[in-house]
Nanobody
Framework: QFQLQESGGGLVHPGGSLRLSCTGS????????INWFRQAPGKEREGLSC????????YYADSVQGRFTISRDTAKNTVNLQMNKLEPEDTGVYYCAAVTALALQTWRQPSQYDYWGQGTQVTVSS
């Protein structure tokens, strides 16, 4: 059974850091493009960062470029999202999602992803 599980969320002060992990079970994440999404209260789910399956190319939304880093840990079957310089606007539920064939033009669109985790809450507040 294919499953994705996020971990690492929590409460952090502005300017702080968190590291989220997305762990796969029942399949190898190496064959999938993995995207991290965020859904803030009252807002649509938005794609933040993606790592491709073919060559581990990475993509970032403008809002997180330079602050967030996505990486793949093959040994642990995990994709991590290192989040630095967190801002209150980064608050939300963070989801990871997987797809085998990534369409680059729409990498930020939730509709193209086949598998989703349950999400982990990130709260940035003083």
């Amino acid at each position: 059974q294919f499953q994705l599980q996020e971990s690492g969320g929590g409460l952090v002060h502005p300017g702080g850091s968190l590291r989220l992990s997305c762990t796969g079970s029942g399949f190898s994440l190496d064959y999938y493009a993995i995207n991290w999404f965020r859904q803030a209260p009252g807002k649509e789910r938005e794609g933040l960062s993606c790592i491709s399956a073919s060559d581990d190319s990475t993509y970032y939304a403008d809002s997180v470029q330079g602050r967030f880093t996505i990486s793949r840990d093959t040994a642990k079957n995990t994709v991590n999202l290192q989040m630095n310089k967190l801002e209150p606007e980064d608050t939300g539920v963070y989801y990871c999602a997987a797809v085998t064939a990534l369409a680059l033009q729409t990498w930020r669109q939730p509709s193209q992803y086949d598998y989703w985790g349950q999400g982990t809450q990130v709260t940035v507040s003083s």
